[in-house]
């Protein structure tokens, strides 16, 4: 089946510092990626929706100057934290929709636990 | 605005039993409805998918079923097993061509052996 990966799984930095997280389409190519991010016992929160080649699109109350989003080609997306404060601590979920039969189904990454000291 | 509820919230049951999550959304016009499971501190395994024209999905030992003019969808867990225990989470997606993921706030499911 379709795999999606995320590098790193977790991260630990300091407050002020940028991260970013890899998300690749390991058997397919992903026209479409989403972020998405979780806090505790909570659900899933879509933060934007990329497409190969072009800006991404944020969701509304997501700062895209703090949240960088490139999809350089059809398998990687990274998501740059830029200056992250402890606030931005939380499980990061990408995921990603394949063409033509696994256009219909999203397939997600493992998650990257960010935690800002 | 669609809007996905699940319930329970959290569920705790003996090894063996069989058991049934319930998911309901307000908008009936769907593309499509998805179960997962999220194990604690991973990510998502997609469980079932059922097409807006589809009433139920099997695999293995889970069932999933989907009402879409009463906007229920129910996940049917047979002689559930310790390893069942995970969060599960249904999400819609909506018709048209806002096609996102409407997610619900899981149930987090506990089976005792």
């Known amino acids: 089946g379709a795999v999606v990966s995320q590098h790193p799984s977790w991260v630990i930095c300091k407050s002020g510092t940028s991260v970013k997280i890899e998300c690749r389409s390991l058997?397919?190519?992903?026209?479409?990626m989403f972020w998405y991010r979780q806090f505790p016992k909570q659900s899933l929160m879509l933060m934007a929706t990329?497409?190969?080649?072009?800006?991404?699109?944020?969701e509304q109350g997501v700062e895209k100057d703090k949240f960088l989003i490139n999809h350089a080609s059809l398998t990687l997306s990274t998501l740059t934290v830029t200056s992250a404060h402890p606030e931005d601590s939380s499980f990061y979920i990408c995921s990603a929709r394949g063409t033509g039969l696994l256009t219909d189904t999203q397939y997600f990454g493992p998650g990257t636990r960010l935690t800002v000291l | 605005k669609q809007e996905v509820t699940q319930i329970p919230a959290a569920l705790s049951v003996p090894e063996g039993e069989n058991l049934v999550l319930n998911c309901s959304f307000t908008d009936s016009a769907i593309y499509n409805l998805q179960w997962f499971r999220q194990d604690p501190g991973k990510g998502l395994t997609s469980l079932l998918l059922i097409q807006s024209s589809q009433r139920e999905q099997t695999s293995g030992r889970l069932n999933a079923s989907l009402d879409k003019s009463s906007g229920r969808s129910t996940l049917y867990i047979a002689a559930s097993q310790p390893g069942d225990s995970a969060t599960y989470l249904c999400a819609v997606r909506n018709a048209g061509n806002n096609r996102k993921l409407i997610w619900g706030l899981g149930t987090s499911l506990a089976v005792n052996p």
């Open positions: 058997d397919f190519q992903a026209t479409t």
């Open positions: 990329s497409n190969e080649g072009s800006k991404a699109t944020y």
